[in-house]
């Protein structure tokens, strides 16, 4: 499996709710690796351009006012398939269809407020780490608990 970068980010209810820390957790427990971090109300262009695929749908002007209507927690977490271990982790995008044991299962109740963002293939996280994140805020270094968490 390829060591991956992925791009997700606490939206504004999940700060708003005190969840971050809760959110974090989940992925530093899992063996994910964070790369770079940013708390950050996200202009609206910036949004407009994050969400560029849902422009023209029902839902596109509530999901940008949404997502700019305070600030959110923005990372870039790395590890073995990091993308889809991310994707699984938060759950369906509707959060009474997300398992429980899911950021979204665990937490949300209804698809406009669903707590997380997460990269959906390598290309999509490539492409969203570079709206938000310059590349020398992408930091390298060697983290020890690899060793053990990696065979
Ligand atoms: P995901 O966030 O699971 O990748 P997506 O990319 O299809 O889902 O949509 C982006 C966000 O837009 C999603 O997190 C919540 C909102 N959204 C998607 N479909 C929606 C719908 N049918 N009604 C309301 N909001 C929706
Ligand atoms: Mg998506």
Same mark, same amino acid.
């Given at each position: 499996?390829?060591?991956?970068?992925?791009?997700?980010?606490?939206?504004?209810?999940?700060?708003?709710?005190?969840?971050?820390? #809760?959110?974090?957790?989940?992925?530093?427990?899992?063996?994910?690796?964070?790369?770079?971090?940013? =708390?950050?109300?996200?202009?609206?262009?910036?949004?407009?351009?994050?969400?560029? #695929?849902?422009?023209?749908?029902?839902?596109?002007?509530?999901?940008?006012?949404?997502?700019?209507?305070?600030?959110?927690?923005?990372?870039?977490?790395?590890?073995?398939?990091?993308?889809?271990?991310?994707?699984?982790?938060?759950?369906?995008?509707?959060?009474?269809?997300?398992?429980?044991?899911?950021?979204?299962?665990? =937490?949300?109740?209804?698809?406009?407020?669903?707590?997380?963002?997460?990269?959906?293939?390598?290309?999509?996280?490539?492409?969203?780490?570079?709206? =938000?994140?310059?590349?020398?805020?992408?930091?390298?270094?060697?983290?020890?608990?690899?060793?053990?968490?990696?065979?």
């Amino acid at each position: 499996m390829p060591i991956e970068q992925t791009y997700l980010m606490v939206k504004p209810d999940g700060v708003q709710r005190g969840l971050c820390g #809760e959110i974090l957790s989940r992925f530093e427990n899992k063996g994910l690796k964070i790369v770079a971090m940013k =708390f950050m109300v996200i202009r609206k262009d910036v949004a407009e351009n994050h969400y560029g #695929e849902h422009k023209g749908k029902g839902f596109y002007d509530s999901l940008i006012s949404y997502i700019i209507s305070g600030p959110v927690l923005a990372m870039v977490l790395e590890g073995d398939n990091a993308v889809a271990v991310c994707r699984n982790m938060m759950g369906k995008t509707n959060p009474q269809d997300s398992a429980p044991g899911t950021i979204r299962g665990d =937490f949300g109740m209804v698809t406009g407020m669903n707590l997380i963002h997460g990269s959906d293939s390598p290309a999509s996280a490539a492409r969203e780490i570079s709206i =938000f994140f310059k590349p020398e805020e992408l930091i390298t270094y060697k983290r020890t608990a690899d060793d053990w968490i990696y065979e």
